[in-house]
């Protein structure tokens, strides 16, 4: 090894290093690309929040394209998006479903009767096991599904009015024109 080499090496391996650094600046830490776009929602079948005896299933929602957003009553940012989701229901585009996540029945209850209920329903997810399916590693985390019971967009943390008006609504007016009931 020559001895410029030997002295330029390591600066050479810094400079590269201060750039993916300096690259990691611009980017939004809510993009995380999720393994499970374009596939499958993952199977579930679980019971209504406020129905213990009803079951729901992801298959229930075939032909349609809807939303599931994972939300919990401990969750102080799902406290941010919610009135979110209470005025963007009023419009009716498109069904929205509630996942209780890791929460008591009774709590998740009066917390959709304190703050108002977006959802068309909400399942109850009391261990998390569907939200683990779902790669849900944060709440609210928010998934829409299409026609086919294909995930294609995940939302993680939560909506934003930007993001609603950007991302989501164009996408659903998208995947509603291509399911054909639009």
């Keep these: 090894m020559s001895k410029y ?16 650094l300096f690259k990691g600046l611009f980017l939004d830490p809510r993009e995380v690309p999720s393994p499970l776009i374009d596939k499958p929602a993952p199977a579930f079948s679980l019971s209504l929040l406020d129905k213990p005896d009803t079951t729901f299933k992801r298959d229930d929602m075939l032909g349609k394209v809807w939303l599931l957003n994972v ?9 941010e ?4 989701l209470v005025e ?17 029945r009774a709590a998740g209850m009066k917390w959709l009767a304190t703050f108002g209920n977006p959802y068309d329903g909400s399942l109850f997810d009391h261990d998390g096991k569907v939200g683990i399916d779902y790669g849900v590693y944060g ?5 829409l599904i299409d026609a086919k019971g294909v995930i294609r967009y995940k939302q993680i943390g939560p909506f934003t009015p930007e993001a609603i008006e950007t991302k989501l609504i164009p996408l659903v007016q ?4 291509e399911a054909g009931n639009v």
């Design 139 to 143: 709440v609210p985390e928010s998934f």
């Design 88 to 104: 963007f229901s009023r419009s009716k585009m498109l069904p929205i479903y509630g996942l209780n996540y890791k929460d008591d």
């Design 81 to 84: 998006e919610h009135p979110l």
């Design 174 to 177: 998208q995947l509603k024109k």
């Design 5 to 20: 080499l030997r002295f330029l090496l390591p600066l050479f391996i810094f400079l590269g290093l201060v750039g993916f």
């Design 71 to 79: 939300f919990a009553s401990w969750c102080v940012a799902c406290r």
